[in-house]
Structures are given as structure tokens and as C-alpha cells.
């Protein structure tokens, strides 16, 4: 806002002249817990009162609920594999108006640029997206990723407008045994809000999470840990994504224990295109919070005051002179389903985004060293590791067992396919290889390049052909997803964005999404998985049991890579 | 902090390696609204965790209750008349740990060298006091500042660690019909806390006030204005100092009608050191809301958390790991009664201040032209605007009426005294003179250089030569308060320090202050009231309805100077 804006709103507060009445709302005060039968005038994007008000143009809410915009309190935006401003789009139809992301996932991918590029990309688009910078690029030290962040690269983006901290500090080991790197930038940030993301930490090492300075958790799986952590001084995110469980346990427990909900705030975290336009985003996290329990008011203010007051973001979260007229009319606060979205004291129309920019360092994202066709090779001999998926978990575990072969080396068979995960930031060459059970490929490959949290190129398959003929496609399209069978490609969606992100409309991702899923399917991935889900996650080498990454087969359980003579 | 402190406070929670621990306490957790039986873990002024925890130097609570220690919101420390280092003495010993100060009056005086010196005189000091910039100086257009203090001029104290937002908006004025200098503040504050000034505010004004930025208001005078200004997003700070009343009515009314307190605060604004020692400090206000309804946990968080986060003090106002180890233990939370405050992870003991620096700049601020003989020549003609005081009120009635006088001077008699207001910054010679009734002075004079907001030299008496040599006194020991009377100072406190502050030990602050009351009683000023406190208001151009400044007579109703014209 520059300074003739702030004049020009002060003077139209002063003189009642609004250019928007919203007439007849029930609205919503978080500061008082009222709902106060008024009109809402509105000019300059800004809130100038709440009372009586008229003018030429006016919007009727007959009556219905009108609540600030809701504020994801901590999203991945590169999850839900569209670009920002189609991200935007299909939020912004729920009711969020605002959003505290991550850019983890590109910054892992491109680095400081991936950074610059999501601010870039967000300047313009009627959602407002507040970044936290991410805290931990690489995620660890096992894999190798496109870019390594440090608190003094950070530095350059501390005084842009939207970056407001340090984003989820996974890595609680460096945070609470403190190593060079990880230090510097927890005492960068130690006046600023910082994030924390340490599941089932207690005890002597929360305490000790909380001094490095990380104060909000959006991993807790029960009520004892959201009540160990807020004692400690946490505000917790009541997370409700596509892969979430438990919150709504949760979310009971507060309710009937009367814990207060004031450093309580939700967030998606990871969803789904499809499963926001299903059900909803935010203001599906609002349903359920009141369907178990919590009062009405209470719901509300976790996703607008609360998330605006941890972050700092000032005129953001309530309805009230000053602040942005980022609002939404609810038909009642029970579903909250969103009869009319404001942002920036404008209706908001859904589909009116901006195209992507084509930034070439963005856009040219894999970088892959030639491959010979004997690069797949897996010589075995005795015991192998072998990764087994959990069916509908994240979660693996590692067997060791004797495993089919020729000449030497891995024969798929059995339900045992090839996993190949190929460096594709620095056209190094390095491929780890491992064996996998629990996707029962026939005659295919599928492949990905979006693989958490260095993403990496990782391929499955039961051929080395297919499963190269995979890579060969991602490599063509700049990253996506993509399903082969016996030389040809059956589906594909091109992830162009640093290998993460479509640039087509919404609509067209998700039809993608449903080829995909079906081409899956014909090679004998059984209907009801999402195998490129559970391939994103397989290289993720903070979730147990086993994972492989571009250094190989990885036991978390012991935070090392599997070497033969632990096998044999 | 620094780094390696930072390194070793995580490894010393994680690692259960405390300095000091505070056994058997029931602690008052901010976050949970619990109090729980525990000990408190410290280390390096910070606390480590709340739980089972023993070292070789410990502290039995004995079952006290240990809350975080106590933030006055809102506080003008020159107003106490005692140098920072021991107005912090006497505030700790009440359990005040961190103040939000508004250096308002030294920059008055001093411009942005007062900032400095107040910046630099509370950086060791074991009280935390954090600066919000004084927005209006000078406080008016209708008299003469010491300096003038530009956005400009802010800009390079907005990097400092301790200085966290734009003071009190007094001139409402100003923010809400946007004029140049205050428009560039409140732009260049815009993310940050901006405190509020405005009493009475109501409707379309507070409306375009809040628009303008301002979040907080420490002037309300009844419940209906608490309720509106904190629909409209405001924060209230419940101020009890020594001149204020009407709070405790407040109170029961936020108690009985349930008004949520996480929008509430307490301050004291301006409170004697005397009042301090005898009743408290803080902790006096905790005692009066838990006397008037509101829930000791309740009036703890105005104290403590609420503060905190309004001003955006990470790690205060909360024992939780992390946090700074400023607590206090308290015998019940019915009188708040201080047992043992801890500053910084230390227990605090009382006169251990450092003494005051003695910068040559802050000393020498009382700059007067020579004064000639006949220059308290008062000429009367017809009727005279008369300052009539109002008896326990600092408000002021103008009347008019012709008075005695001899060659056509006005000669004091009937109760009548003269009064002048000596520009003190620039020695212009400029004075301001005038009548005033209800200051009964016979054979003397009294005379200050505190004088708000602008703090000129203001000299009462009923003879010049008294007056004079009052001004004299005041000049000769670089500003204070003073007694004359017939050609000999009867009582002198002098305030060198910007001419607003001592630099003795407290004790002999309160002892002076009563000698300058006794003798003030002997020339005529009756008992009971505080003469000292009426003349220092006297020139506020903003208190109803007329005032006196170095530009002369001043109608506030009109806020204009008062001409000779305007009274015949």
C-alpha cells in the first residue's frame, strides 16, 4: 500500500465513502466472538467499517455469514502440482484468501531461483501467498539435491514484503544437536516466526526444538502431543490434507477437554487438486473442526486470527477498519460453503488467472547424464535388501531375502520390480538401484520426477527397457509423470515447472492425473493406489522404514545407507 | 543472543544442564490456562523446560506461584522523574520485568539524541524496555519543541533490536485528515505495532483512525468505548497509573459481560515512584482486575502473553523453553505480592542500579535568553482571558473579566497569580504570559521545565522578582521544580537530565518531592493538592479548554491562540 492509498482510505473511512457495500451480513467479529447483523463498507482493497452503510454499488447478503478470508496456515504449493495462479483459482473458489507457504519442494529443485520464481509467479494473483523460506535445502545429507540453501542466502529475501521465516525446520537432529549450518539460520530468524515440524518429539528434545526457536507444529497425532506442545509454548496446525489422519480425534479432544483453542491454526499442508474441488480446502478443515465439537467462533479465528497473529501479517484474518477486504459470505457455519469470496475488496471470479511465465531456469529443470543400456544393471548375489510398501501407508519395511536372477544380476519376477533413482539436478550419472515389492508392475515402467524431498528422477519397472524409455519421456518434457508398457507411452503429464508443476489449467491436470492413473492400472497396479503418491515419497529418507535415493538403499531406522554386508 | 549462546541453551535443555532451578512452583502456564506443580529449569536466561528437573543451586518456591514476569504496556519513564536504571529498580521490585516505553518527553527536549540516550541508558540494565518512536514531536503546532523528529529522521532507529513500533498517535487530528509529516510515519510503520492515543474517539473518526494503523488505545473512559474501539480491531491497554480513574468500573463491566480478554493489556502510562513503592506497579493492576471479576489467569495473560504478542516480543511473556527467564513468584493471585522477581534467568536484587552517564547533550538543555528586568510585563486592558484551574481535575475553565492592575500592567491580588511560559530550547527570549486563578501563590513563585508535551520553562507566581529568580534556579541546575519566595529558594528538586530527570538514588527523589510540597503549602498552595503536576499540564494544548504555551494563551475548544481581540 503506498502512501496516497493509505491517504486516500483514511479519508473515504473519514468521509463514509465506500466503493462497495456489502449489505445485510451476519458478520463474523473475532475479536469480540459477536456476530453483529451490519454492513460492510469497502474501498481500496481495505475495510473502511462496519455498520450502516449505502452506496451505488451494493451486494445483498441476505443474511448470510460473512467471515474474514481463511488463511492456510502451511502449504507445499508445489504439491498440488499446478501453477500458483491455478493453485489460486481453485482455493480461492473454497474461501482461503491467504496462504503461509513453503516453497520447499522447488527450492530443492532450483534453489534460490525456485524461490524468486514462486514469489515472482504470486505477485499479481488475488490470493496472497506469504512465504516462509525453507529451512532445510537439502532435507539430508543421504541424497543428493538440485540446490543447498544457507542462512546467507537467505539473507537477500529477509526484507521482501511477503517472506515473514523460516520455514518448517525438519531436521529437529540439527536443530537440537546444533551443526554449523543449521544454527546460523535458526539464529538468523530468531526474532521471526518460525516453523517447526517434529512429530512425536518429547520431553528433553522438544524442550530443546523450542529453544532453537522453531514455535508452531503441524505434525502432532494425538491430543497428549498437541497438549505436551502447547504447555511447551507451540501453536499447533490442525492439518487436514489429502494423506492426513487423526486430526478430527484431535479436534474432539479439544473440544471436550476445553483446551484453549487460541494457538491453535489449520493447514492442508499436501492436497490434492481434486479432493479440494470435492470436498473443499480450509473451510473443509472448519467443518469438521465444528462437526467434533468446537464452537463456531473458535473454528473460524484457528484459520484468520490466530494464523494472522502468529505470522505477524498485520490487517490480515478479521473483518474490521484497516484491514484487507479479504472476506467470505458463508450460507451458514456449519458446511461452509462459500456463497461469494472477496479478496482484495473485489468479488472474486474463478478462472480469471494469469498464464505461467516461462522462466528457462525453471523450465529446465532435468539434467541427465546420457544412460547406457546396461546402466540398470543390479548384480545380486546371497540376501538382498528389499524395500516392501505398507499397503496404504507411507511407511516401508525392509526384508532381506534371496531375489530372482540372470547372469548375476536382478530379474524382476515374483511381484519384485526394479526401483532406480537417477540424480537429474546435476547430470552427475549417479543412479541408485534397489528391489521393490508391493507394486506389482507387468510389462512397464512408470516414473516421476516429483520424489520428496530432492526430487530426483525415480523409476519403477519390471524391464530395463520400459523403465529407461520412462526416463527418456520425463527427460523430453521437462519432468512429470509417466506410465510406458512394452516401448510405448501410455500416459504422461509433463511437470515443466522445475519437474513439479503442470502449466495446463486445472481441469486438464486433473484429467491427466485420472489417464494416468488408469494407464497404471493396465500394467497391473491394482485399482484403489496411487503408485505415483507412494513413488514421490519412496526417496524420502526421514520416513521408516526404507527408502532408496540416488546413493542407494537407505535404512532410516539406523539414518544410513545399506551397504552389502549388512544384508549378507 | 549470540550464536554460541544460542548452541549452548538448545544443548543445555537437551541435556537437563540447568544453572539455576526453581523447585516445587505452581506455574502459571499462559498457554493452556493451567497451573501446574513443577519445577523450572534455567540456564543462560532462558528457560530450558517445565518439569522434574534438580541442581546444586536451587530455589524453593514452596508452592508460590510462578508467573511470567510482568510488561507494563505502555509507559513514559521520564514521567517518573528518577534516570531509566532506577525507575527499573523500583518497577522490578514489583515484578515489572520489560516495559513498552515512549521516549516522547526527552525527545521533546533532546529530538533523537533523547532516543539515543534512553536506548543506550537501558541496554545493560536488567529491566527489558523497548522503544516505540514518539510519533508526535512537537505534540502541536501551538508551542515550541526542543526538536522536531521527521519520518526521516526514525528510519535509522528502526533496525535497532529494542525499538518495535511508532508510539502513541496522539494528534488524531493529523492521522485521520492525512497531512504530509504524519501520513510519511504512519506509511513507513505500516507492518508494525503503531500504539493509538484517542480518548473519546467514536464512529467514522475511529474508524479512519484504525484505517491509518494505529492498534491499541490506553484513553478509554468507559465500557461502551472498550467495546467499540476492540470491534473495530483495537487492542485496549487498562491503564491504572497515578491520574487515572474510571478502570475498575471498566473492568467489572469487561467480567460481567464476558468480553473476551485476549484484546486486553495493562499499562500504567505515567505512575510516581512513590505511588510505585507503596502500592505496585503492574502487579497492583493484576490485584484491582482480580478484585473487580476478571480471572487471575485472565488478568496474568493482559500482563504477560498478550503483551507480548501485540508488540511481537518473541520468547516473553510465558516460562516455556525458549523463553526468556523473567518471572515472578507471587504468594497468591489475589494481592500479587512479589516474593522473588528473576530478570535474565537471575533473581533480582534491588539497588544494584548503574549510575547515570552523564552526556553533556542531555545535561545542558535548558537554554534561555537573558532575561531583562521588566520582561514579565503583563499590560491589561478591559477584560483578560483568566486560566481557571479546576480543583482535583487537570481540565481548565477560560473566563474573562477585568483584572487589577498598576500602570497599566496586570498586579497579581484576589487569588489571581501570573504565569509565563519561557521557550527553554532555542533561547529565543520568547515567553508566554498569562492569568490564572486557583493557584492562590502569596510572596513567591514556583516554576518547572516539565512542562507537557513541549516541557518550557512555566513559572507561576505573584511577583516578578520571585518569578525571576525561580527561572534563575531552574537555569542555574539545568531544569527541575522549584519554590521561591521572597528572594530565597525555599525547596529545589533539580532534573538535569533533559531537565525532566534526577539522577539521585529514588530515595531522595520522593524525600525532595515532599520538601517541594511543604514549601509550595507555606506560599499558599493548599494542602492536598500537587501544584507541581497542575503546572506541568498547564501548557498541553490539547487538554480542555485553555491552555498556556511560550506562544501565549491558548483556547483549546477553538485550538487556536487566544487574541485580545477574542475577549472585548
Redesign the interface.
Known amino acids: 500500500?503506498?502512501?496516497s492509498h493509505?491517504?486516500n482510505?483514511?479519508?473515504n473511512?473519514?468521509?463514509?465513502n465506500p466503493a462497495l457495500v456489502i449489505k445485510n451480513a451476519r458478520v463474523v467479529?473475532v475479536?469480540?466472538?459477536?456476530i453483529?447483523e451490519a454492513d460492510v463498507a469497502v474501498d481500496g482493497g481495505?475495510v473502511?467499517?462496519?455498520g450502516k452503510y449505502s452506496c451505488a454499488n451494493e451486494i445483498d447478503a441476505k443474511g448470510a455469514y460473512l467471515c474474514p478470508g481463511l488463511i492456510d496456515g502451511h502449504v507445499h504449493i508445489e504439491s498440488s502440482m499446478a501453477h500458483p495462479a491455478r493453485f489460486a483459482d481453485v482455493v480461492l473458489s473454497k474461501g482461503t484468501t491467504a496462504v503461509i507457504a513453503d516453497p520447499h519442494e522447488i527450492a530443492n529443485v532450483c534453489g534460490t531461483n525456485g524461490i524468486y520464481y514462486m514469489l515472482g509467479e504470486t505477485e499479481w494473483i488475488p490470493l496472497s501467498v506469504f512465504m516462509m523460506l525453507p529451512s532445510c535445502v537439502p532435507a539430508t545429507s543421504f541424497e543428493t539435491s538440485g540446490a543447498k540453501i544457507t542462512a546467507r542466502d537467505m539473507e537477500p529475501f529477509m526484507s521482501h514484503?511477503r517472506v515473514i521465516g523460516l520455514g518448517e525446520v525438519m531436521d529437529y537432529v540439527a536443530?537440537?544437536?546444533?551443526n554449523g549450518g543449521m544454527?546460523?539460520k535458526?539464529?538468523l530468524f530468531?526474532?521471526?516466526p518460525i516453523d517447526g515440524h517434529a512429530p512425536m518429539l518429547t520431553g528433553?528434545?522438544?524442550?530443546?526444538y523450542?529453544?532453537?526457536?522453531p514455535?508452531t507444529d503441524h505434525e502432532c497425532s494425538s491430543y497428549e502431543e498437541v497438549?505436551e506442545k502447547?504447555?511447551?509454548?507451540m501453536r499447533i496446525h490442525l492439518r487436514l490434507g489429502s494423506a492426513t489422519h487423526g486430526i478430527e480425534e484431535i479436534m474432539r479432544k479439544i473440544a471436550e477437554n476445553g483446551?484453549?483453542t487460541?494457538?491453535m491454526m489449520v493447514c492442508t499442508d499436501d492436497k490434492h487438486l481434486e479432493d479440494i474441488r470435492r470436498e473443499g480446502h480450509i473451510n473443509y478443515i472448519l467443518k469438521r473442526a465444528v462437526a467434533n465439537g468446537i464452537p463456531a467462533i473458535d473454528a473460524i479465528k484457528m484459520a484468520t486470527i490466530n494464523v494472522a497473529?502468529n505470522y505477524?501479517l498485520?490487517g490480515y484474518g478479521?473483518i474490521?477498519?484497516?484491514?484487507r477486504a479479504d472476506m467470505v459470505l458463508f450460507k451458514d457455519l456449519v458446511d461452509f460453503e462459500p456463497i461469494t469470496v472477496f479478496t482484495n475488496g473485489r468479488v472474486f471470479v474463478p478462472g480469471d488467472e494469469s498464464a505461467p511465465t516461462r522462466d528457462p531456469d525453471i523450465y529446465n529443470s532435468v539434467h541427465l547424464a546420457p544412460r547406457r543400456p546396461d546402466c540398470l544393471d543390479l548384480p545380486v548375489s546371497g540376501k538382498m535388501p528389499i524395500l516392501r510398501l505398507v499397503p496404504n501407508e507411507l511407511i516401508t519395511e525392509l526384508d532381506t531375502e534371496e531375489v530372482p536372477s540372470e547372469n548375476g544380476l536382478f530379474r524382476p519376477a515374483n511381484g519384485l520390480v526394479k526401483i532406480a533413482v537417477f540424480e537429474r539436478h546435476h547430470a552427475s550419472g549417479r543412479i541408485g538401484l534397489g528391489i521393490m515389492r508391493g507394486m506389482p508392475i507387468r510389462n512397464g515402467a512408470i516414473a516421476t520426477t516429483v520424489g520428496h524431498d530432492s526430487h530426483n528422477l525415480i523409476a519403477a519397472g519390471d524391464n530395463d527397457r520400459d523403465m529407461l524409455l520412462a526416463v527418456d519421456a520425463l527427460e523430453a518434457c521437462g519432468g512429470g509423470y509417466v506410465v510406458v508398457s512394452e516401448g510405448k507411452v501410455l500416459a504422461k503429464l509433463a511437470l515443466p515447472i522445475a519437474g513439479l508443476m503442470s502449466d495446463l489449467p486445472v481441469d486438464r491436470i486433473i484429467a491427466a492425473q485420472k489417464q494416468m492413473l488408469a494407464a497404471a492400472e493396465s500394467i497391473g497396479v491394482k485399482s484403489g493406489t496411487d503408485p505415483f503418491i507412494t513413488l514421490s515419497f519412496i526417496a524420502l529418507p526421514v520416513i521408516p522404514s526404507v527408502r532408496i535415493t540416488d546413493l542407494g538403499m537407505f535404512d532410516v531406522t539406523k539414518m544410513a545407507l545399506i551397504a552389502e554386508s549388512d544384508v549378507n
Not at 528433553?204 to 530443546?208: Q, R, S, V
Not at 523450542?210 to 526457536?213: D, T
Open positions: 500500500m503506498d502512501k493509505l491517504r482510505s483514511i479519508t473511512a473519514a468521509h463514509r467479529n475479536f469480540t466472538d459477536e453483529v481495505i473502511l467499517g462496519v514484503k536443530a537440537t544437536t546444533p544454527l546460523e535458526l539464529h530468531r526474532k521471526l528433553d528434545a522438544l524442550n530443546a523450542c529453544v532453537a526457536g514455535r497438549l502447547v504447555r511447551a509454548g483446551l484453549p487460541r494457538r497473529e505477524r498485520k478479521a474490521a477498519p484497516g484491514c
